[in-house]
């Protein structure tokens, strides 16, 4: 299993912008990038220079967002958005293109529920956008990931259930739509992480880790026992990515032990 570095997460500390992060990366020995929407919509050639420059790869992107100052988080459940996820999508697979990225997250949308829409109504919305994008996904040879987030950390969105997502993915029914499975909010939402991550790695496109509850590196003091966890996935037959998206306790090149001593490569 490769690592990969989520620098909207660690490298923060080399500065702010993507090269820079890049840079901090490749030097700590990663191959690989993940990254959230670029902060202050970054031109994806810029992405492209500074991942050029550093000698690195760009594996996932998460969608265009819209408004994100406004509460908007995605829009790919959302009934009456449909013209606003289109235009996500769009603008989202453009950038992929650009920058080589293979994997895109689109983030469901907010739970629409105080407006008198069902969960039922947004969970139909999504399997549609879903299945009318697979066209698009197709032509531009990149898998759709759907992430089930959990209500600590982001309260009000739409997908905070494995379940529901393994049924969205079951009823869209396509390769190119997978569950982006974050080990930090199965822990946050279920636990039983080892039965879990058997019953879910069939769905499963991209595997993310953090320590919970607070989020750290996987190393860190917490709730999971990261060293055995991995060690079960890999048994269950995963060989994918394991994207680094914590926010780590100390600076993030120290934060970073865990992976070569665990078994991972970069």
């Known amino acids: 299993m490769q690592a990969c570095a989520n620098i909207s997460w660690i490298f923060i500390e080399a500065g702010p912008t993507l090269a ?3 840079l901090a990366a490749k030097k700590a020995g990663f191959s690989v990038v993940e990254s959230d929407w670029p902060q202050g919509n970054l031109p994806a050639e810029t992405y492209r220079a500074a991942l050029d420059e550093a ?18 988080c995605g829009f790919t459940a959302e009934p009456g958005h449909e013209d606003r996820y289109k235009e996500s999508l769009d603008i989202t697979l ?21 407006q008198g829409v069902t969960k039922a109504e947004q969970e139909k919305t999504l399997i549609k956008n879903l299945q009318e ?3 698009a996904l197709q032509q531009a040879n990149v898998i759709a990931l759907i992430e089930p987030i959990n209500s600590f950390s982001k309260p009000g969105y739409f997908l905070n259930n494995f ?28 636990g039983n992480l080892v039965n879990n991550i058997k019953k879910f790695l069939p769905f499963t496109g991209h595997v993310q880790v953090a320590q919970a509850p607070h989020r750290h590196e996987p190393s860190m003091a917490g709730e999971v026992n990261y060293k055995y966890v991995l060690e079960q996935l890999y048994i269950a037959g995963y060989r994918g990515h394991i994207g680094c998206e914590y926010k780590p306790s100390v600076t993030s090149e120290s934060s970073l032990g865990w992976i070569k001593e665990w078994g991972l490569h970069f």
């Open 20 to 22: 820079a992060r890049c």
């Open 55 to 72: 000698g690195l790869q760009a594996i996932l992107l998460n969608c265009y967002q819209g408004d994100t100052s406004a509460g908007e």
């Open 94 to 114: 453009q950038y992929a293109r650009t920058i080589g990225a293979k994997k895109i997250h689109l983030l469901s949308g907010r739970d629409l529920s105080s």
């Open 133 to 135: 994008s697979l066209p």
């Open 163 to 190: 379940e529901t997502a393994c049924r969205v993915i079951s009823s869209v029914g396509s390769p190119l739509v997978k569950m982006q499975l974050d080990l930090f909010h199965l822990q946050m939402t279920e």
